[in-house]
């Protein structure tokens, strides 16, 4: 598919978001109130600019782009937004901001990077950027406890979660350094029980960053984004060697360090006693949980409507528990959607991954898609109990300025790797600058005048 | 690297099929089970937060309805007559569910019955309106306030009911309750009016009428009266010798009379003056089986059919317990020892009488109403149960009638516009020292056409103890009676 006809489809596709956001909003107010919201218009107005904006960008700055990603991303900032405003309207405000901001960066980064391949060359860079964007939160002064986690940081007025960016830094440097020593990493040349490893020497950078992260995760007690850069970690190390080992490998540290995890920390502890019987204590530690169940069931298949549930009855339900309410004013039907709309994502990005003719790029796709990927899935987990809950954020959708930034800064790159292959694949048309075609021009009319002549 | 890719999206496809089979898990197969968990409470909420109809008086007065508000439950329950109603219409409380007509008739108010459910599919999935129903009682505000006037600060009860039908006018004890401030949306004063009734010794949640069992003394002798005429144990010519002590057998402790008074003569005569010798004689001759039977037959070991939560049996002593003990048979035959009756019970002793023998069976709703009007149902009068002989009947009309005018209820029960009334009293001795004992009585009128019974039981304290039932119960009874008469009467023309 050319890429005009790429970006028509990102042009009906976005529409048809906005239709389902305006759509949303308009059902939430009427089963709140009864009575049409009143601000539908400026609304629809808002909603219909920013994406038009995200379109009118990509189709500007990154014409081969794949034309799913961008407007699967918009439905779901949509939709949440939608559930933001039906839980508090006060977040609502903040979240609209939010996601201007988002789009911002998504333009700017599109701006920013033209060539993605070269972002590999400041894998150092980045990886000195992610450990001190993790890092931020320790620092005295601008460092701050929220809910027991040490994950915010407060600058004047600004308070982010810089976690939210560094896994993309993270993302960018292993992508980088991966690229440069897949191969000596895939030769085994010392073996340590069953396992056959590379040399420590280029393993060593690796194990530094993880463990480091790792042990700023634990620190800040941010459990879900631990099990999020470890997967991120193990997976692109697997893509990138192709040598399963690292697979069995990673499976056995994550259980080394469960089990470490599990007998050191208190908070551990409980989380997975509370996963694995909420039912002994339903009114204290296993509330959330339990009130997030009933949610689930309440909804049964085709949800109560929207506005017409009750899921403020779950603690933090805009933020890590917003699939519950997901769950229980649209269903099984509606929980399936958003299922759905993250797998269009995960197929999206690793397509993007596979076409990649570089390297870098195909590593990096597949770094930030995976980050989305099993972002989504371990809260979504967490919340159906699945998994033991660990509160990280759902992409897009849940309350959040700094997921929202990052994720929109995540889309961006995924944006670019796809219309820079585009471009190689020699799918995107080009048209000749200006001195190229005084040049025809001329050539033509040379040709004609030697014609005649 | 592809092939891993091609893995890697194979792997998260999993990781999602899981999480989808979760997912069914919580929202369709297991979703009943979590909506019925005894931690859930959103069905609760949703059943607090749903319109509800009205329960109307008699006449048509408002005794419960939903109001509006501006909380997140939408809708307030109400009782304009505060605590007049409390044991029949109920409250509607969210942490304590609900009681009495309120829960009786829940799925009616909330249009919840089926028929209601087929209206509204009918007239249209897309119409928000939600379907209530409204409760229409036999229940009447004028006999109930008049009850409540009459008895006063005494602990007690009144019922009132219309022989003929069962259709219950009255139903008030004393103490009551607000019902308005257990149906509160501030859960906190909720919890504490609850805590203050519950440490209440005096029990005023519950519906001492026909929830709580007293002594019935000599209000009884109607059933040893009935079963001695029936069994051809007595006559009404049968003569008494008057006595001031009797030792039945197997005992040395004697029955005496009321005051320790002599006592005897004809079969109306002791009755009119409530002896206890000559009913503690026919209870031992007819014996036990005659006297389990005729107190059964009145409604006593019975579940009482009424339609309100959790009525009480009467109790009377099974035939085993009379074994080797006559002396018991002796004096339950007149009311004592552990045979124990609902006010409801002994009212619908009286109506056993005033109704030629059939007791009907008791209501307190006349119908059900859909919003828009129709009847849902109503209640057909129908017999309960027969306690005896319209001939026996007739006896004992005359001789409550007797009891009135010349008996132990002659000081109390002239009614206004020279009605005729017809009682039995009683003054239950509960064996105590110092001697408590309650008020009873349990009386109809007008005697030649009954239309109303009213039974009235006040507690024993020093002050009730001090007087008989005709004394203290007696008055209550009248005032009842006089304003009950002053309805037309419902089935006349």
Known sequence: MHALGRRNVELGLVLLGAIVTGGAYTLMALGRTASLPADIGPFLGVVLGLLLAAHVATRLLAKGADPVLLPVAALLNGLGYVFIARIDNDLAGLQATWTMIGIGAYVATLVLVRRPNDLGRYKWTFAIIGLGLLALPFVPGVGRLINGSRIWVSIGPVNFQPGEFAKIALAIFFAGYLVEKREVLAMATWRVGPFWLPEPRHLGPVAVAWAASLVIMVGQRDLGSSLLFFALFVVMLWVATERTSYLVLGAVLFAAGAVLAWTTFDHVQQRVSIWLDPWSDPLDDGFQIVQSMFAFAWGGLTGTGLGLGDPTRIPEVQNDFIFAAIGEELGLLGAAAVMAGYLLMIGGGLRVAMRADRPFEKLLATGLTTILGVQAFIIMAGVTRVLPLTGVTLPFVSYGGSSLVANYVLLALLVRISDVTAGRLGEVPTRPNRRARRWARQEAKAAKAGAAA | ?493
């Not at chain 2, 017809?422 to 105590?432: E, I, V």
Request: net charge negative.
């Open chain 2, 1 to 493: 690297m592809n092939a891993k890719l091609r893995r890697l999206a194979l792997g998260l496809i999993v990781a999602y099929v899981l999480l989808f089979v979760q997912l069914n898990r919580l929202q369709v197969f297991g979703a009943e089970g979590l909506n019925d968990n005894p931690n859930n409470n959103r069905e609760v909420v949703r059943d607090f937060s749903r319109p509800r109809g009205q329960v109307l008086s008699a006449e048509g007065l408002v005794l419960a309805k939903s109001e509006p508000v501006d909380d997140r439950y939408q809708y307030l329950r109400t009782y304009p007559l505060g605590d007049l109603f409390a044991h029949s219409v109920g409250f509607f409380s969210f942490q304590y569910g609900t009681d009495g007509i309120e829960r009786q008739y829940n799925d009616v108010l909330a249009g919840q019955t089926d028929e209601q459910r087929l209206d509204r599919v009918l007239g249209g999935l897309f119409d928000d309106r939600v379907e209530t129903g409204d409760v229409i009682t036999t229940l009447d505000v004028d006999i109930q306030q008049a009850a409540k006037e009459a008895l006063g600060e005494r602990e007690g009860s009144v019922v009132a009911l219309d022989p003929r039908t069962g259709a219950v006018l009255a139903l008030w004890s004393y103490p009551s309750y607000d019902p308005n401030l257990l149906s509160s949306h501030d859960f906190d004063l909720v919890s504490d009016v609850r805590q203050l009734l519950v440490a209440d010794g005096r029990k005023p949640l519950l519906a001492h009428t026909y929830q709580e069992r007293y002594m019935p003394g000599s209000t009884f002798k109607v059933v040893t009266t009935q079963v001695a005429l029936e069994t051809g144990v007595a006559t009404p010519g049968t003569v008494f010798e008057p006595s001031t002590e009797w030792t039945p057998p197997q005992t040395t402790d004697p029955i005496t009379n009321y005051g320790g008074t002599r006592c005897g003569g004809d079969l109306l005569e002791v009755f009119r003056r409530s002896c206890n010798i000559p009913f503690a004689q026919m209870g031992v001759l007819a014996g036990a089986e005659a006297m389990v039977a005729g107190a059964e037959g009145f409604g006593f070991n019975q579940d009482v059919p009424i339609d309100l939560p959790r009525p009480v049996r009467s109790f009377f002593p099974p035939v085993e317990a009379f074994d080797q003990d006559i002396p018991k048979l002796a004096q339950v035959s007149f009311g004592q020892n552990d045979v124990a009756a609902t006010p409801l019970q002994m009212a619908l002793e009286a109506a056993a009488v005033a109704n030629r023998g059939v007791i009907m069976q008791p209501y307190v709703v006349q119908e059900t109403r859909s919003r828009d009007g129709s009847v849902l149902s109503r209640t057909t009068p129908r017999p309960w149960r027969t306690a005896m002989r319209p001939e026996t009947a007739a006896w004992l009309n005359g001789a409550m009638v007797e009891v009135v005018n010349n008996g132990t209820a002659r000081c109390c029960m002239q009614l206004e516009d020279g009605a005729q009334a017809a009682a039995k009293t009683g003054t239950a001795q509960l064996g105590t020292d110092p001697p408590l004992s309650h008020a009873w009585i349990t009386s109809f009128a007008p005697a030649e056409a009954p239309r109303v019974v009213v039974t009235v039981m006040v507690k024993a304290s020093p002050e009730v103890s001090a007087g008989t039932g005709g004394t203290v119960a007696g008055p209550v009874a009248k005032q009842v009676l006089d304003v009950a008469l002053r309805n037309a009467d419902p089935l006349a023309g």
